[in-house]
T-cell receptor, first 111, second 108 residues
Framework: NAGVTQTPKFQVLKTGQSMTLQCAQD?????MSWYRQDPGMGLRLIHY???????DQGEVPNGYNVSRSTTEDFPLRLLSAAPSQTSVYFC??????????FGSGTQLSVL | AQRVTQPEKLLSVFKGAPVELKCNYS??????LFWYVQYSRQRLQLLLR??SRESIKGFTADLNKGETSFHLKKPFAQEEDSAMYYC??????????FGTGTRLTVIP
């Protein structure tokens, strides 16, 4: 039981490049979400999903796309990376309203 | 709209001293509040939630609806308590809104 797995752990992009941050969970959780963590700003919700085929926007969705084709996977796509997207990204999942399980994070730098 | 405020970015206390990490919230609905902790090189994890009224690692937090606060307290700080602490408010659809965090350092 690996929990929530994020890949890659580190990534450097040039402005304008695209990439996908992967997130997978093996706990059969319906709810999954993406956060970004920035100094002095805490964690901010980007997108979330309450089940396969259902996604919605969080606090800071601009510049990011998500999809949820399976219960296990919830990838986050950056279509055209910008320096403002330099951050640490966390994926999380939950089976109820009581506890979020977090991944280990992806540190992204956009030059 | 919901809002979570943690007024202290940094907090340092001596080992054995009491510690209180402040959290205030703003939310029009019935609040569900949590404290999450991130130890060095570890994942963010749940510390405690108000609805369970439990004590975890000696920490407690009481929801005060009159003052809209959910402060985290521990009577005697330990070095292993040094970490980043986040207060979080849960709204509909399981979404958690986090404060900006407080970095606690316990001085030996």
């Amino acid at each position: 039981n690996a929990g929530v797995t994020q890949t890659p752990k580190f990534q450097v992009l040039k402005t304008g490049q695209s990439m996908t941050l992967q997130c997978a969970q093996d706990m059969n959780h319906e709810y999954m979400s993406w956060y970004r963590q920035d100094p002095g700003m805490g964690l901010r919700l980007i997108h979330y999903s309450v089940g396969a085929g259902i996604t919605d926007q969080g606090e800071v969705p601009n510049g990011y796309n998500v999809s949820r084709s399976t219960t296990e996977d919830f990838p986050l796509r950056l279509l055209s990376a910008a320096p403002s997207q330099t951050s640490v990204y966390f994926c999380a999942s939950s089976s109820n309203r009581e506890k979020l399980f977090f991944g280990s994070g992806t540190q992204l730098s956009v030059l | 709209a919901q809002r979570v405020t943690q007024p202290e970015k940094l907090l340092s206390v001596f080992k054995g001293a009491p510690v209180e990490l402040k959290c205030n919230y703003s939310y029009s609905g019935s609040p569900e509040l949590f404290w999450y902790v991130q130890y060095s090189r570890q994942r963010l994890q749940l510390l405690l939630r108000h609805i369970s009224r439990e004590s975890i690692k000696g920490f407690t937090a009481d929801l005060n609806k009159g003052e809209t606060s959910f402060h985290l307290k521990k009577p005697f700080a330990q070095e292993e308590d040094s970490a980043m602490y986040y207060c979080a408010l849960q709204t509909g659809a399981n979404n958690l809104f986090f404060g900006t965090g407080t970095r606690l350092t316990v001085i030996p």
